[in-house]
Nanobody
C-alpha cells in the first residue's frame, strides 16, 4: 500500500497557479505524528526540497526559489498536506513528491530528502512559457 498519494498536478501556463494535495492512507502511525514535505525532481536533475511543515503546522520551511510563491499547509483531521503554487515559471516544471517523516522530538531536518521516511509516487507539474 502506497503510504502517500499525491494529486493535483497538471499543465499550466507561466504565471498561473496550481494546487497539489497529498493524502496519507498507509502510514503506520496517525498522520499528525509526522512532519510532511514536498520535494521535486526535474529531468536530469537531483531531487530538491520545496517546502515542509511540522506535525502541527506551527513551523513551515521553504526553498528560497519558491518562498513567497508557494504555501504549504496541512489538515490533520483529513490526513492531508497541500501545496498552493502561484506565479509558476517553467523552472517549476518537475515531478512533485510528497514525503513524511516521523519526528517525535522535533529534531529532524526538513530540507533534506534523506530525513524523510515515506514517499508518494509523485505528480507531474508542467509549466509552459
Amino acid at each position: 500500500q502506497v503510504p502517500l498519494v499525491e494529486s493535483g498536478g497538471g499543465f499550466v501556463q507561466a504565471g498561473g497557479s496550481l494546487s497539489l494535495s497529498c493524502e496519507s492512507s498507509g502510514l503506520p502511525l496517525p498522520f499528525r505524528r509526522y512532519g510532511a514535505g514536498w520535494f521535486r525532481q526535474a529531468p536530469g536533475k537531483e531531487r530538491e526540497f520545496v517546502a515542509a511543515i511540522r506535525r502541527f503546522g506551527d513551523y513551515t520551511y521553504y526553498a528560497n526559489s519558491v518562498r513567497g510563491r508557494f504555501t504549504i499547509s496541512r489538515d490533520n483531521t483529513k490526513n492531508t498536506v497541500s501545496l498552493q503554487m502561484s506565479g509558476l515559471t517553467p523552472a517549476d516544471t518537475a515531478v512533485y513528491y510528497c514525503a513524511a517523516n516521523s519526528d517525535p522530538y522535533g529534531t529532524r531536518r526538513y530540507d533534506v530528502s534523506s530525513e524523510f521516511d515515506y514517499w508518494g509516487q509523485g505528480t507531474q507539474v508542467t509549466v509552459s512559457s
